[in-house]
């Protein structure tokens, strides 16, 4: 039985309600590490589930192309009004869908083809929307990649500013999507400023550490900021392009007419709820323990030989080479899901192997913190990391590690979700 209960779905489409319940189960049953992931509150499932869905309403508030706007134009701008509050910026578009069309009107907003642009390479943590070339941004921009230092794991910023001085970019992003350390904001800011480049910070990961106090914030050094809404943020899936009045109007008009259509209105509302969320005290707390939690599972993984990038985090964020462990990233993520851990195998700065099959894993502390786990839990979890990665062939002590991880889960509700009893 799911809880709270989806009578209308289990009548309609049993098959698919007996989906959404298996993965209600999985995810209540598993340590979710995966670190772009997080568990919503009840309040942002509501909004997300509401009649908001069924109304159209291209363009903004105030400047629509359809009638009826009575109560979507408020609620848009709740979503505005507390962002811009909560983050400190002028403008906020609440608009993108995702975070990597949010990237895609960044582009469009600042460039032409061919044009330059200067972001941190992909396999040392970067996103495929800031010029991989399997993407439209690699395909159709010249993106320029700065990278981390062998030794240290960390953005060098001394390549970053010579590799500007040299390129004369359009635009240099900064951040990604397996940083373990702090992003140097004012540092980038000044380059940006020094070769008329925009600065484009990328808080996908980070915007709840940046929203909880956790991690400096980007306002007041990048002209534009972009995140999804649904990472740290413990937002629906989504995303917003925060800017300087100055860059307001190119970053709208790149949204919509530039790339999207009419707004999904049931997830702008959903994101003005987590953005209240966000605002109140406790979610300090909650950004806080993120972090504190990450450190200590760094901190625990190294004390059992795991080799961590840059040597811990500053973040929610770990990422691991497992050459020392003698285990490729792959064989080793599926080993851990089948013991209850659930994270992704990741490529490392200078990785040797290929991306579908590379040396690492990520691990992020996000979900299990909204479950309520701490320091204490963490030390367990890396206890339970090392033995499924010393047993990855041995399925009866993967499922014992399960049995255990379900044990201590049960005493940490799941927001949104209650098994049966
Ligand atoms: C997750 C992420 C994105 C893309 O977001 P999607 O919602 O998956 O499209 C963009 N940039 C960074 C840095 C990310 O981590």
């Keep these: 039985m799911h809880q709270p209960s989806i009578p209308h779905l289990s009548a309609t489409d049993p098959d698919l309600a007996a989906l959404v319940e298996a993965e209600a189960t999985r995810q209540h049953d598993k340590v979710r ?51 811009r509050q909560l983050f400190g910026v002028d403008h906020a578009n609440v608009q993108p869908y995702s975070g990597s069309p949010a990237n895609l009107a960044v582009h469009l907003a600042f460039m032409r083809p061919g044009d330059t642009f200067l972001s941190l390479e992909l396999a040392h943590g970067g996103h495929l929307t800031h010029g991989s070339p399997v993407s439209i941004s690699g395909k159709w921009l010249r993106p320029v990649h700065y990278g981390v230092g062998r030794e240290t794991g960390r953005v060098d910023m001394d390549e970053v500013r010579d590799l500007a001085r040299k390129e004369r970019p359009k635009v240099i992003f900064c951040g990604g999507t397996a940083i373990p350390r702090t992003i140097d904001f004012p540092a980038f800011a000044e380059i940006a400023r020094e070769t008329g480049a925009v600065l484009v910070a990328d808080i996908a990961h980070i915007a709840g550490l940046v929203a909880g106090g956790a991690h400096p914030s980007p306002a007041g050094h990048a002209g534009v900021i972009t995140t999804t809404t649904h990472k740290t943020l413990r937002g629906p899936r989504g995303a917003m392009i925060m800017t300087t009045g100055e860059h307001a109007t190119a970053i709208d008009k790149a949204i919509f007419p530039g790339l999207q259509g009419g707004p999904h209105n049931h997830t702008t509302a959903a994101i003005a709820v987590a953005l209240k969320e966000a605002a109140r005290e406790e979610f300090r707390t909650y950004a806080r323990q993120i972090v504190a939690n990450a450190q200590a599972l760094a901190g625990a993984l190294t004390e059992r030989g795991f080799d961590l990038i840059s040597g811990g985090t500053d973040n929610h964020l770990i990422l691991i080479d497992l050459t020392k462990k003698d285990i490729g990233g792959k064989p080793a993520a599926k080993a851990l899901d089948r013991a209850g851990i659930e994270l992704n195998f990741n490529t490392v700065p200078f990785d040797p192997r290929k991306p ?15 479950r309520g786990l701490t320091e204490e839990h963490m030390t367990s979890i890396a206890v339970w990391v090392d033995r499924a990665v ?23 509700p799941m927001p949104g979700w209650g098994p049966a009893r």
């Design 356 to 370: 579908w099959s590379p040396s690492g894993i990520r691990l992020g502390t996000a979900a299990v913190t909204t």
């Design 390 to 412: 010393a047993a990855a062939d041995d399925e009866a002590a993967l499922g014992t590690i399960a049995a255990e991880i379900r044990d201590l889960l049960g005493g940490f």
């Design 33 to 83: 590490l995966i670190a772009s992931e997080n568990y919503v509150s009840p309040a942002v499932l509501e909004a997300t589930g509401s009649v908001l869905t069924n109304k159209y309403s291209e363009g903004y508030p105030g400047r629509r192309y359809y009638e009826g706007q009575q109560v979507v134009d408020p609620i848009e701008e709740l979503a505005q009004a507390r962002a």
